[in-house]
């Protein structure tokens, strides 16, 4: 059990106050130069602090027997994630929204409702209603950092939504982080876990030690508290006894002072999941129609975490970095359930929800429009316990769980409306790093360093030591050693693979059956080792099981495993002919329509070569016409030119053999010499030898035209040889090619 120390003050330093201490921290706010001059007035920002009136100190003796997380199941937080990557958050920030969908639960599947919210992995920020009605709101994207399907882990959700706070926690930035949405969607399981999937909790504190043992120029101080504020009524769950504190102002405008919260300050992951594990017992849960163990209250964890690097002064005083990281379970908004006490508490819940809401809204509204406005932080305690870091004073991260159901489509809405109004909110947190001599851990170091200086004094004493001084010696020396512990180092902080490589050793065998008995562990400590043992055996039966399968499933000879083989690449052979087949059918569907493309076309081209083939027996028709025409032609040309013979003896004789034709030769012939007959005059069908051969006979106009010319005619036929001659078979050629059939740009088809 977590044993509590008794008050710091000791008799060794009086001058030492250990009055409860807040951390002096001195914020601004810092105003961009475009704002406003409203702007400018914006309300100075509270100090993030939370009284300490009552502290409690760590236990003396730590417990050797340290669990894992969660029940002690021995599933430690995994941090290895945590090491990957450096998340950093810049001081001026929107607040982190995450928007989580969880699985169908049973009800849901039962009754055959359908996840009703789409989400693409590749939009991995953006969510909408799967049949969102196209124009109505119901067709809205959501927009958000991140959004986490139905299967995602913990992990993953403290990854998005957490680590980076946790960071900026360690670095002096005070860091809020709450879930919120409707009951049963699945607030706690995220915060909180399950032992095979650790919640953000849990993570965050492996992560803080994690990061502790990584920053080895540094020192902290880790404190923790748990609160739960219940029908509007604040109860510390880690006091002894179960106590209402009350909220008081603070000294510094804005700043929210929790009188009495018990504070332990913690040295291992164990000591703080401890805490939880008391503070969870505590909590007011209670069956509700929707959820079987549902948070009727909201709560509170918080862990001052003031760090310093020795060495690092101002004007001589050691800085101190001075912030707190929160985790915040908000109860669900619900509806009206059949319990009067449900309802009646319900009726807080969803008043202190709704008080939220307006706050934000407010803060969301100022932010846009750059103004001053009331918030109305104190209309109820929750927004009066926020109002340090929601007045700009945090770094915030929201994650929002919604019910994947079609039947609580209003609710998610609702929650997502709640989201985006977050988004609008501007926060500005500033680094708190100070030189404070009262920060407690510097007060811590000043006393160790007294107690040093003693005890060397004493041992330099040469004088002989009583046993009461004896005593008061080794009481200095717990002290010191105590208070060595408290403040946290990378070298000082037990590493889990540590833990749990002293687990592993070997334990003799009188302990393996008689393990050592703690009769103060309370019922529900000793149901949660129960359980975790229980989940051991499982894991270790399931091995079994599977390392039985495993030897089931080698081989048992080498024949056999041929035989499989040989199975195994006939098998694989019919796979590859069907494939094969299969390959062959897309082949085939793409010929056909490549086969009904072209069909069209290649009727057309048999057409064309059909009138081709007729226009070529035409042509050799025609052709052979005209050869026979030719060849007409011919035989008539030698016909023609036979009578010509025939008619140039013929008139040579009459003229040479006629007493009365005058001879050319003769005298008289030239007297008359202008009758006589000209070329001209016998036609284009004879001879110019012919007609000069006439002419030169000395034939007068006159003696030819007393000529017979009709006898001439009968005696050689017609000498005519008309230009229509040829009509006779050019009527029958074909020249015009259109009869074809083609037309213009038809040969580009071959
Ligand atoms: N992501 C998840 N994966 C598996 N189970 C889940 C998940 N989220 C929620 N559940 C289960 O749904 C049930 C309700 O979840 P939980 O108690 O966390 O809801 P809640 O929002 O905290 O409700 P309430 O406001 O009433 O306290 C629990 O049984 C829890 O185990």
Redesign the pocket.
């Known amino acids: 059990m977590f044993a509590r120390s008794p008050p710091l003050t000791t008799s060794f330093n009086p001058n030492i106050s250990f009055e409860p201490n807040s951390p002096q921290t001195e914020v601004k706010m810092k105003v961009k130069a475009s704002l406003t001059s409203e702007a400018r007035i914006r309300p100075t920002p509270s100090k993030p602090t939370m009284k300490l009136l009552k502290k409690v100190m760590p236990s003396s003796e730590s417990e050797t027997s340290l669990q894992g997380w969660v029940g002690g199941s021995g599933v430690v937080a995994s941090t290895n994630h945590l090491q990957e990557g450096n998340p950093q958050l810049a001081p001026t920030e929107n607040v982190l929204v995450t928007v989580?969908i969880?699985?169908l639960?049973e009800t849901e599947i039962r009754m055959d409702t359908d996840g009703v919210w789409h989400h693409s992995p590749l939009e991995h920020n953006v969510l909408k209603l799967a049949r969102g009605r196209e124009g109505t709101r119901d067709d809205k994207e959501w927009v958000f950092d991140r959004v986490l399907p139905?299967n995602?882990t913990?992990s993953s959700a403290y990854t998005t939504s957490a680590r980076a706070h946790v960071k900026a926690a360690m670095d002096g930035f005070n860091s809020v982080c709450f879930?919120y949405?409707?009951?049963?969607?699945?607030?706690?399981?995220?915060l909180?876990g399950?032992p095979n999937?650790p919640g953000i909790i849990p993570l965050a504190i492996s992560d803080l030690f994690s990061q502790i043992r990584h920053s080895p120029d540094r020192e902290f101080l880790l404190r923790a508290s748990y609160l739960e504020l219940y029908n509007e009524t604040i109860l510390d769950l880690l006091s002894p006894e179960p106590r209402e504190l009350s909220l008081a102002e603070g000294k510094k405008k804005g700043e929210v002072v929790i009188n009495g919260l018990t504070e332990c300050a913690v040295r291992a992951e164990d000591e703080v999941r401890r805490l939880l594990r008391k503070g969870e017992e505590r909590r007011k849960?209670g069956g509700?129609d929707?959820?079987?163990?549902?948070?009727?209250s909201h709560c509170v964890f918080r862990t001052p975490l003031p760090t310093r690097t020795p060495g690092k002064k101002n004007a001589g005083t050691q800085m101190t970095r001075i912030s707190t990281l929160s985790i915040i379970?908000?109860?669900?908004s619900?509806k009206h359930t059949s319990s009067k006490e449900r309802n009646a508490e319900g009726k807080h819940i969803n008043q202190s929800l709704l008080t939220l809401k307006l706050v934000i809204s407010k803060l969301a509204d100022m932010a846009s429009k750059r103004t001053v406005m009331h918030v109305p932080y104190r209309d109820s305690k929750l927004t009066r316990l926020l109002q340090p870091s929601l007045s700009g004073d945090a770094l915030i991260s929201v994650i929002c769980?919604i019910s994947p159901s079609s039947l609580n489509v209003a609710e998610s809405m609702s929650t997502l409306a709640f989201a985006q109004g977050l988004k609008r909110v501007v926060l500005r947190a500033e680094k708190k790093e100070l030189a404070d001599p009262q920060a407690l851990i510097q007060q811590y170091q000043n006393e160790i360093a007294e107690l040093r200086a003693l005890l060397r004094e004493r041992e330099g004493q040469e004088t002989q030591v009583t046993k009461a001084e004896k005593q008061n010696n080794a009481a200095l020396e717990k002290r010191l050693g105590e208070l060595r512990s408290l403040i946290l180092t990378s070298g000082n902080v037990r590493s889990p693979s540590i833990e749990q490589e002293g687990e592993a050793r070997p334990l003799s065998p009188t302990k393996l059956k008689y393990p050592r008995l703690d009769y103060g562990r309370s019922t529900a400590e000793l149901q949660e080792d129960l359980h975790a043992a229980e989940l051991k055996v499982t894991a270790q039966e399931e091995e079994l099981h599977r390392l039985r399968m495993a030897l089931e499933a080698r081989p048992v000879n080498a024949d056999q495993r041929i035989v499989e083989l040989q199975n195994e690449i006939s098998q694989l052979k019919m796979i590859a002919d069907d494939y094969e087949r299969h390959l062959a059918e897309p082949s085939r569907k793409v010929r056909e329509d490549v086969e009904r493309e072209w069909s069209g076309r290649v009727e057309k081209l048999e057409r064309q070569l059909e009138t081709k083939a007729i226009w070529a027996i035409r042509l050799d028709e025609n052709i052979r016409a005209l050869t026979e025409e030719n060849k007409g032609l011919k035989s008539r040309c030698a016909e023609a030119e036979n009578t010509v013979a025939l008619i140039k003896d013929w008139l040579f004789s009459a003229l040479t053999e006629d007493p009365s034709i005058p001879n050319p030769s003769s005298p008289h012939h030239q007297t008359s010499l202008d009758e006589t007959v000209s070329v001209s005059d016998f036609g284009p069908t004879l001879s110019v030898q012919n007609k000069e051969t006439l002419m030169a006979g000395g034939m007068t106009r006159a003696q030819f035209s007393r000529m017979d010319l009709a006898t001439l005619s009968e005696k050689f036929g017609s000498l005519t040889m008309g230009r229509g001659s040829r009509k006779m078979n050019g009527g029958r050629m074909l020249r015009d090619e259109s009869c074809f059939g083609f037309t213009e740009g038809d040969d580009d088809i071959f």
């Open positions: 989580r969880r699985p639960n139905p995602s913990n879930a949405g409707q009951t049963a969607s699945g607030k706690t399981y995220t909180t399950s999937d849960v509700t929707w959820n079987t163990r549902s948070s009727r379970d908000l109860a669900g619900e769980t």
